[in-house]
């Protein structure tokens, strides 16, 4: 079968986002290492041509939604990789949250070889994967960010142009340095509330009208009980991994130093996401830092 588009990871948020390509009637073929992911999105209206090679070569749009930047690199590079297999004018687009040097040099490699590529990684959670609101930070050529735009449009609300090759991540890494501090003080501040007696659906209703306000307090909040679809509420089931957020505050880390800039906050949120995985936390949602303060029973 041709397809439209050949969809590469179909994790918690490459699934959705693959699904709602297949509802606005695009001709998808979903790939992803796990089994039961591939049967989820052929359960849901996609399409999965066992060699993906074969999808590879015939594709008009290509999309990457993996977890790290040696996942992209190993997809795209090699003898069987996308740059390889991929035919002239296929458009490439790497959602994934990876470093901003490796977008650039996966990026450099596809503009050599003829292709328009952009890196979009994404922000709005599981929760705006299924609802199709995602935010979308494109780096990459005018041009590339044009004939993007139409596939963001399906699976996102806000879509900004951030600039060159790479952009796309900067602006991602930020964003999720100050997500991932963010979600240690929300933590911080409902644990203390609770110690003083106070019901955490109260402390955070008044705190989300308060100067306090935020996204892991409004729309994420870690106390399980207080939102309903929060991965809280789930047993931190589903989400964004401890293991994905530790990854992003190593990439601000590793950017922070090599352009001399200081992120103490950032550097201190990266070692207590590291001892909340090593405590066996790594696979579950990254609001589960709300355990680390529990107080001693
Ligand atoms: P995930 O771990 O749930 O999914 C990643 C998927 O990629 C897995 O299903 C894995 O099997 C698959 N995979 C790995 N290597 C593969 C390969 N070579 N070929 C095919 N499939 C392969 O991760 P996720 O939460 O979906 O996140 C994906 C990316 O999006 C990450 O970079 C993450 O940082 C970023 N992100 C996640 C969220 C979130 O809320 N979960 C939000 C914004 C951005």
Redesign the pocket.
């Known amino acids: 079968m041709n397809s439209d588009v050949v969809f ?8 959705p986002m693959a699904l709602n390509l297949v509802r606005a009637g695009m001709r998808v073929s979903g ?4 089994p039961t ?1 591939v049967e989820k999105f052929i359960a849901g209206g996609g399409n999965n041509n066992p060699d ?1 090679v074969s999808a590879i070569k015939v594709a008009k749009t290509i999309i990457t ?4 930047s040696r ?1 992209v690199e ?2 795209y590079f090699g003898d069987n990789g996308i740059l390889a297999q991929a035919k002239p004018g296929t458009l490439l687009i790497d ?4 470093a901003p040097d490796s977008a650039r040099k996966v990026a450099a490699a596809a503009s050599e070889k003829g292709f328009t590529m952009v890196d979009a ?6 929760g ?2 299924v609802a199709g609101t ?1 935010t979308f930070m494109v780096g990459g050529s005018e041009d590339g960010f044009n004939v993007a735009k139409p596939m963001f449009e399906i699976m996102g609300k806000a879509i900004f142009h951030a600039g060159e090759s790479g952009a796309g991540q900067t602006v ?1 890494m930020c964003n ?1 340095m100050l997500l991932g501090i963010l979600m240690i003080g929300t933590s911080e501040a409902i644990r203390l509330g609770m110690a003083n007696g106070m019901d955490p659906n109260v402390l955070s209703e008044v705190m989300s009208k308060s100067s306090g306000r935020n996204w892991a307090l409004e729309v994420y909040n870690p106390c399980p009980g207080v939102m309903e679809n929060a991965p809280a509420s789930k047993e931190y089931s ?4 401890v293991d ?2 530790l ?2 505050l190593g990439l601000a880390t590793e950017n922070a130093l090599s352009t001399s800039s200081s992120i103490p906050l950032g550097s201190l949120a990266r070692n207590l996401y590291d001892i909340h995985s090593k405590s066996g936390a790594g696979g579950l949602d990254f609001s589960s830092i709300f355990n680390m303060f529990a107080k001693a029973q």
């Open positions: 590469i990871g179909l994790g918690n948020m490459g699934l790939h992803d290492l796990v992911s993906l939604m993996l977890p790290a996942h190993s997809a959602c994934s949250t990876i990684p994404v922000s709005g959670g599981t705006g994967a995602l991602k999720n589903g989400g964004f991994g994905l957020m990854k992003d």
